[in-house]
């Protein structure tokens, strides 16, 4: 909880520094993140289309924040099992990213490849990571989009030896954030 | 002796099949049909999202998942990859009630104006920055 607030924090932070120049700050409350699992069983995607994501734009530092519980899946069951037994959204109901588009100050008003580096926190578990993105600036609107793996290991989630074989060990995430000038 | 078997034979086909009913049915239990839950709580705008600003923790536990009616005035109407999205916000509370509507609402959003009041039912996701409800339905 404690790291949930230092989260909140950067957020807030970024959100109500220099309110003077909220251009500066860019979010969207709508960002698009899935996961997909793909084995030899059966293959599994969820959606979530109510991800927060706030860019500083002097900085490039950019914090990201979901809710588990708003993934949705085509299966009513295995939404149940990925919030009861897996992920436990009533113990870490949100995940999240702080990290910085590295060499923002750079970056042009055209479609670009970049890096962005962070920390992933997911079951209450951080991970370091870096991911490539393609980012589209322009004058009202910053587009974020990229897909990442990452090990479920890593996130200490245990998956039962029963229906080990229908999750994969590694899985993709996926992601489209379209910010906007925050106001 | 044949009988015996046969009568065994025949319980364990009927035991097996209706174990297979069972477990296919479980595998493809439909989403929770907000429109035909009855809500296990119904709040103002104001109450639900007061709630949330006092103790996230504790409102997480108890409306979570749960099916909530709210009841409020409209501040934004917008859409999201074709459905309609209403905002929901009582005067200047910092948080908002972000309600995600079901594609089958979409004509009736038309009826609805920034200002206006109207309740809402949806399955409450949770807080981020403002309180999350999704497969929204309006409440006649």
Redesign the interface.
């Known amino acids: 909880m404690k790291n949930m607030k230092i989260i909140y924090t950067i957020i807030f932070v970024l959100l109500a520094v220099n309110q003077a120049k909220a251009q500066d700050k860019f979010f969207t409350k709508t960002g698009y993140v899935s996961f997909y699992s793909h084995s030899l069983v059966e293959d599994i995607k969820a959606d979530n289309n109510q991800s927060l994501s706030i860019i500083d734009t002097k900085t490039g530092k950019i914090a990201i924040n979901i809710l588990m519980r708003s993934f949705m899946f085509k299966k009513a069951l295995m939404q149940e099992h990925f919030n009861e037994n897996y992920i436990e959204s009533h113990k870490y109901p949100k995940a999240a990213f702080s990290g910085i588009i590295n060499n923002y100050e750079d970056l042009d008003d055209e479609i670009t490849e970049t890096e962005i580096t962070g920390t992933l926190k997911i079951h209450g578990k951080e991970k370091e990571i870096t991911t490539r993105a393609t980012i589209y600036i322009k004058e009202n609107e910053i587009k974020l989009s990229g897909n990442f793996n990452v090990e479920v290991a890593d996130f200490d989630i245990k998956i039962p030896s029963i229906v080990s074989k229908n999750i994969a060990k590694t899985i993709k995430i996926s992601f489209e954030l379209s910010h906007k000038p925050y106001k | 002796m044949r009988s015996k078997i046969s009568k065994f034979s025949i319980g364990l086909f009927l035991l097996v099949s209706i174990a297979l009913i069972f477990v296919i049915k479980?595998?493809?239990?439909?989403?929770?049909d907000t429109k035909k839950t009855k809500a296990d709580f119904v709040f103002t705008t104001q109450n639900f999202i007061s709630e949330y600003l006092q103790d996230e923790?504790s409102a997480?536990?108890k409306y979570?998942?749960k099916v909530i009616q709210v009841k409020g005035e409209i501040y934004n109407i917008s859409t999201?990859?074709g459905n309609g999205?209403v905002t929901l916000k009582f005067h200047d509370l910092e948080s908002s009630i972000?309600c995600?509507l079901l594609p089958e609402e979409n004509n009736k959003i038309l009826k609805f104006k920034k200002g206006q009041f109207t309740a809402i039912k949806g399955i409450c996701?949770?807080?981020?920055?403002?309180i999350?409800m999704?497969k929204c339905v309006f409440v006649e």
């Open positions: 479980l595998y493809n239990k439909p989403h929770l923790i997480d536990k979570a998942e999201l990859k999205v972000i995600y996701k949770g807080y981020l920055l403002d999350n999704v």
